[in-house]
């Protein structure tokens, strides 16, 4: 057996949340300089460059983080099962990898466009290889994963300072990036022997993954096509390579805030994976309702904080050249809800109760939708139409999704839980964006309508006492168990 002791959900959320808002968090500090060192252009070079090496990136994973966490979660207290998963995936992975890394080297070698550039990215592809996040989040030791992050991202971080000077240093930051990742995920590697036994090679059954890793790597090139492939069709279509990055930058605000409601996901996939297979319904049900509950109470307050305060961020985080990031963030700031959803129906559900196949079907409508309307609004609209093509196709997987979790929970359930919260977020948004108006558009004056935004949500929140925070914050604050 595995033996370590289970943590609560409220202590894995922080862990989990530590990890996922440190991926996020070296750009909102990095990027004021790089706007300024490297410039729209370099960055705009950056983003496209990304984008296509990011296919490879995927292409290397295939579905394995999303079965391996199912898979160890499903039988994590029994060493044997779960060395054996382990092994299995592990070897999965690695000829996943090479084929791409083969791939990817042979694409730069035909293009002369950035090729330097695809050839720096393939240790990030390579990489990949090394990324068992997975087994922990299975096994729900999420300490261990943001601990690793934390040491190694320091370093990435004072290494951008000390290494990008000017704007010839594009290659410098694309090496730092790939040497970071490369690095963080070889020391997940350090602690495995006490975790996982050496394996039987003739005991292992690769052939049994091959077809659930497949089927979930449908979802993830189906969210490609619109998540990736809406700055490289940004980059083909639109002629100034500049808007890559502000939609590049548009999209990060949306992630940074997104991270804080998504990442409770990763931690409810297990406990709902485990609760299927005891088939315990009511305690599947039950955990729907507070997922959907704090979606709601969180992505209101983000999803209305962000476009309240975005006018006056913008000039002093990114400077002048960035002005066009504001309208997209207008646009976009509803997705910081529906993704919320999004991931609430199809990764803590749909895939935990082994129903992948119907939250594949989701993805790949929304995804088609979301390519043909970006081949007809780019040209029209620019890059405002990748915006709200991707705010569109998200919608409607979210109905798709609905339909499959109707026994569980409904549209009308979700109104319902979210009206109040949409209220609350309206008040504190019109607030908040007129009190922009008192202050200049400085890191300063963002504080305070931060904490302004803030005291109002919580106070009408704490003023109606609300159910979510009575029963799991305040409880959790009196306590401070983690």
Known sequence: MIVMKKRSITSNYLYNLIYQLLILLIPLITIPYLTRVLGATELGIYSYTYSIATIFFL?????????????????????????????????????????????????????SRYSLYYQIFGLYVFGNLF????????????KAVAIRNIIVKVFYLISIFVFIKTRNDLWKYILLFSLSTLV?????????????????????????????????????????????????????????????????QASYIDKTVLILITTIGTV?????????????????????????NFVWLLGSALMF???????????WFYGPEYYDVINLVYIMSPLIIIIGFNNVLGVQY??????QNKYIFAIVCGSVLNIVLNLILLNVIGTIGAAISSVIAEFVILMIELSYVKNIITFKDLVKIGLKYLTFGLV????????????????????????????????????????????HVLPFLKNRRF
């Open 184 to 248: 963080t995920n070889v020391s997940f590697w350090l602690n495995i022997k006490k975790l996982v036994n050496i394996p039987s090679l003739s005991s292992l059954n690769i052939k049994k993954h091959l077809k659930p890793v497949l089927l979930l790597f449908v979802p993830q090139i189906a969210s490609l096509l619109y998540t990736v492939l809406d700055k490289t069709m940004i980059g083909i279509i639109v002629p100034d390579i500049r808007q890559v990055n502000y939609y590049e």
């Open 350 to 355: 749909l895939v935990p109760t082994k129903k």
């Open 428 to 471: 504190m948004f019109v607030i908040v964006y007129y009190s922009g108006f008192l202050f200049m558009p400085t890191i300063y004056g963002t504080i305070l309508q931060v904490v302004i935004g803030f005291i109002i949500y919580a106070c009408l929140l704490l003023i109606t006492k609300d159910s979510f925070i009575n029963k």
């Open 131 to 142: 990324d068992i996040t997975w087994f922990y989040q299975g096994i729900e030791d999420f």
């Open 305 to 315: 904080g962000v476009a309240a305060v975005i006018k006056n961020v913008v000039p």
């Open 59 to 111: 292409t290397s994973a295939l579905g394995i983080n999303t079965y391996g966490q199912r898979e160890i979660a499903y039988v994590q207290q029994d060493k044997l099962k779960v060395t054996k998963i382990f092994w299995e995936l592990i070897i999965i992975r690695s000829f996943a990898t090479i084929g791409s890394l083969i791939i990817l080297y042979g694409f730069s070698f035909l293009t």
């Open 268 to 292: 409810m996939a297990s406990r709902m994976a485990t609760a299927f297979s005891k088939k315990d319904t009511t305690l599947m049900r039950e955990y729907m309702f507070e997922i959907v």
